[in-house]
């Protein structure tokens, strides 16, 4: 059964910094593209940040703030926010996908950008 658990997730003030994490189970993670997406309320969700085993690939609005990086021996994908800002407030959602057949999501984790 394949798991994905999200952390790190909780209120910051703008121009904070905060780190999110997921860890991946039941799964042969490094076969994998990893991304984290994000949903505010009233808005369709988003795909922030993706990493692939070669490269990485941003949103042009958290490119430059947000780093995507993973450890495939841990099975983990990190997103780290910097900069953040009052519009980056949002579930974010660890995903896994292998072309169009395999695709599994965590249930998300809130970050909220207030002062």
């Known amino acids: 059964q394949v798991q994905l658990e999200e952390s790190g997730g909780g209120l910051v003030q703008p121009g904070g910094s905060l780190r999110v994490s997921c860890v991946a189970s039941?799964?042969?993670?490094?076969?994998?593209?990893a991304a984290w997406h994000r949903q505010a309320p009233g808005k369709r969700r988003e795909m922030v940040a993706l990493v692939t085993n070669v490269g990485t690939n941003y949103a042009e609005s958290v490119e430059g703030r947000f780093t995507i990086s993973r450890d495939n021996a841990k099975n983990t994908v990190d997103l780290q926010m910097n900069g953040l800002k009052p519009e980056d407030t949002a579930v974010y959602y660890c995903?896994?996908?292998?072309?169009?057949?395999?695709?599994?999501w965590g249930q998300g984790t809130q970050v909220t950008v207030s002062s």
């Open positions: 039941g799964i042969n993670f490094s076969r994998y593209i």
């Open positions: 995903n896994l996908y292998f072309g169009r057949s395999e695709n599994y």
